[in-house]
């Protein structure tokens, strides 16, 4: 027999699917020729774009030497002009080109209509959106941070209002489905309770585990269990960058300069209170881990065929202007990216 040992699951089905099979084949596995028998099968009828969008995922977060995750998240960060990861492991990069995903995408849709009836389509093409936003997130904050540096009031508020809707969009695209979802988490989690005291020390330690990784006090390896969820992306991630780049504004705004040169480190990023700014942060994170009753209903909300696709057309447009010259390298021409979605 055989068997798997998944430390986080609901994510990555294609790992799975091929683990199992493998032990049934004598010969090596032709990924690409498996790929596209996997399309077919998990969509539930042929489609040649499904095919080319699998092969671009091949070349891209399923490549050799990664393992189809990301390293670190931009959007679960904890913020910094700087920013070196999102937990205490690996740290941000993108080991492939992002393009990839765009592309891959951009393919998924053109078929939405012959495969909108697939429930692990719709999970799909909202995972792979996911994806492709989180990515370009790194960039655009990266633009806002050089703004901040430059004193350019102007490029500071463009990128960063850019950003912190970025954010907003993420969690409206994944309270599409209830793989991505806090809400489910914590309903899951009160559900365990027979009483309002069990119920909301169910929804703290729930919570606590994504966010501060720890009981009460100050957190060593705080966000070591972050997660691109709606809810948690809304009501954590998001509050935490907009009270950071409000911070810089007000810096901006009074002609003072903020550094992190030299602020206390913890498992190679800022320590959980590493000035004055991370301090109040991190009382504000304790709160937030703390507060019951956070659940939004309903839980899931929207169509994801018609968010996937609105907010594809919005975020590719973008990739054409932040991985511009990547494009020109890669002789991608950004006509292709829209090409059959209503440009």
């Not at 729930?206 to 009981?215: F, I, K, M, S």
């Not at 065929?305 to 002789?331: C, G, M, S, W």
């Amino acid at each position: 027999g055989s068997g798997l040992f998944m430390e986080s699951i609901e994510q990555n089905p294609v790992y799975y699917d091929l683990a199992f099979e493998m032990p049934l084949h004598k010969d090596e596995v032709n990924i690409e020729e498996w790929l596209c028998r996997y399309a077919d099968r998990r969509y539930g009828k042929p489609s040649e774009n499904a095919h080319q969008a699998w092969l671009h995922l091949l070349e891209g977060p399923y490549r050799p030497g990664t393992n189809g995750t990301e390293r670190s998240s931009i959007i679960a960060a904890r913020p910094a002009v700087n920013v070196k990861k999102s937990g205490p492991n690996a740290g941000l990069g993108i080991p492939y080109s992002p393009l990839s995903v765009v592309q891959a995408e951009g393919l998924l849709l053109k078929d939405a209509a012959r495969l909108e009836d697939s429930d692990p389509y719709r999970f799909d093409i909202v995972d792979i959106q996911r994806q492709l936003m989180s990515n370009l997130g790194q960039v655009i904050h990266k633009q806002a941070a050089e703004a901040f540096r430059k004193k350019d009031k102007e490029a500071f508020a463009l990128h960063s209002n850019r950003f912190l809707e970025m954010l907003r969009d993420v969690d409206e695209l994944l309270r599409t489905r209830p793989e991505f979802n806090f809400d489910k988490w914590l309903t899951q989690a009160r559900s365990w309770g027979d009483n309002s005291e069990e119920k909301d020390l169910f929804e703290k330690d729930a919570t606590a585990l994504v966010t501060v990784w720890g009981a009460d006090g100050d957190p060593l390896i705080f966000d070591y269990s972050w997660r691109e969820w709606t809810g948690l992306i809304d009501g954590y991630y998001l509050k935490r960058w907009e009270k950071f780049y409000a911070m810089l504004q007000d810096h901006l705004d009074a002609g003072t300069n903020y550094s992190e040169k030299d602020l206390p480190q913890t498992h190679g990023r800022e320590s959980f209170r590493a000035n004055d700014f991370y301090s109040t942060l991190g009382d504000w994170e304790l709160q937030f881990v703390s507060t019951p009753d956070k659940v939004r209903t309903p839980i899931t909300q929207g169509d994801e065929v018609e968010t996937a696709t609105r907010l594809y057309k919005k975020y590719a447009r973008l990739a054409t202007e932040y991985y511009k010259d990547e494009i020109e390298a890669d002789e991608i021409h950004e006509g292709n990216i829209f090409e059959n979605l209503g440009e």
